[in-house]
């Protein structure tokens, strides 16, 4: 919202995506499951040969908000998620992974009438920013259907917002500005099952533990005068 941290991004992949965003037990050696630590050594290391994993990923998105005749269209691309897993031992690997945590990208603009009057106050409100995350994981293989992990997890990022207000045919705004600053830490642990059926079916079974936190930070404040020109103060 316009005083929280923004929308929340999911944790998921595009080949989690594509499942309808679940995929908290499923892993290959092809992608980095970003949902559950514990499954980040599973199949890194076959028959002697040691697999590194990366991945890359930008989303895109698209938002119309309409009421009445008006109506506002956002549209933003960026990185999604960015992460490497690599083999340590044969029953031990590791990731590091970069991603969004939440984006907060929107704006919003009203006009305020006066009491006799023709002239209008327009307020305009400007979210920008967002909260990154930054992650270690640990992922280790115990017997052969076992699988734990333990990820921690550094939060930071900044959330801007720019408040504007100008009445009709004056040549002056009023801004209020606010940079929120804010960082914490978390951890999340996970753990993953296999069930062989036969030869070619196996049933994998999955789950993840996120511990709370709380971010803390600054928040500066400023106010400015502007001309209609968009500069000052």
Aim: hydrophobic content about 35%; overall charge positive; aromatic content about 10%.
């Amino acid at each position: 919202g316009t005083l929280g941290i923004g929308e929340i991004v999911p944790e998921t992949v595009a080949a989690q995506d594509m499942m309808g965003g679940v995929g908290v037990s499923f892993t290959n050696t092809f992608y980095n499951n970003q949902i559950n630590p514990a499954l980040l050594v599973k199949n890194r290391v076959i028959n002697g040969n040691k697999y590194v994993g990366f991945s890359v990923g930008y989303n895109g998105a698209f938002n119309r908000l309409q009421q009445g005749a008006k109506y506002q269209e956002n549209f933003g691309f960026a990185l999604n998620n960015l992460s490497i897993a690599f083999p340590i031992l044969n029953k031990w690997a590791m990731s590091l992974n970069l991603r969004p945590y939440s984006v907060a990208e929107f704006s919003t603009n009203k006009n305020v009438g006066f009491t006799n009057s023709n002239a209008t106050n327009t307020v305009e409100n400007t979210v920008t920013g967002g909260i990154t995350r930054v992650s270690w994981s640990n992922s280790v293989q115990l017997g052969k259907k076992v699988y734990l992990g333990i990820e921690a997890q550094h939060l930071f990022g900044n959330i801007v917002k720019d408040t504007t207000t100008g009445i009709t045919n004056s040549a002056e705004f009023y801004r209020n500005s606010s940079r929120v600053s804010l960082k914490g830490n978390t951890i999340k642990a996970g753990i993953g099952y296999t069930q062989n059926i036969n030869k070619k079916w196996h049933l994998n079974f999955g789950g993840i533990y996120q511990l709370g936190t709380s971010l803390v930070g600054s928040d500066l404040r400023t106010f400015s005068i502007l001309n209609n020109q968009g500069n000052g103060p």
